[in-house]
């Protein structure tokens, strides 16, 4: 499986953006489907993600301001992103794992894509 995000860009505090992640192959649909991201002097840390059952999980700081969808005929995971603030500033990664159930744990995504750059000005 090949991901390549985009998307990506420049947004004031408060604005919106909306990533998107399109995966080659006819297996999509048996990918869970993960979104992590990786700020300047951080680690890279798990942000949203979508099982293949499509249940959606979030971490707690962009919970009720991200959402997270799945097109399996198109092969697209989205990232809806409103509210941003400044540290949600960093580079967004999609990343495809293999488990049945839902999974934060970045080992367990087995393919990555290019990350596309987000930055929020305050």
């Known amino acids: 499986v090949q991901l390549q995000a985009s998307g990506g860009g420049l947004v004031h505090s408060g604005g919106s953006l909306r990533l998107s992640c399109a995966a080659s192959?006819?297996?999509?649909?048996?990918?869970?489907m993960g979104w992590f991201r990786q700020a300047p002097g951080n680690e890279r840390e798990f942000v949203a993600g979508?099982?293949?059952?499509?249940?959606?999980y979030y971490v707690d700081s962009v919970r009720g301001r991200f959402t997270v969808s799945r097109d399996n005929a198109e092969g697209t995971v989205n990232l809806q992103m409103n509210s941003l603030k400044p540290e949600d500033s960093a580079v967004y990664y999609c990343?495809?794992?293999?488990?049945?159930?839902?999974?934060?744990?970045?080992?367990?995504?087995?393919?990555w894509g290019r990350g596309t750059l987000v930055t929020v000005s305050s």
């Open positions: 192959g006819r297996t999509f649909s048996t990918y869970g």
């Open positions: 979508i099982s293949v059952s499509a249940r959606t």
């Open positions: 990343a495809a794992n293999l488990k049945v159930g839902f999974t934060t744990v970045e080992a367990d995504y087995v393919y």
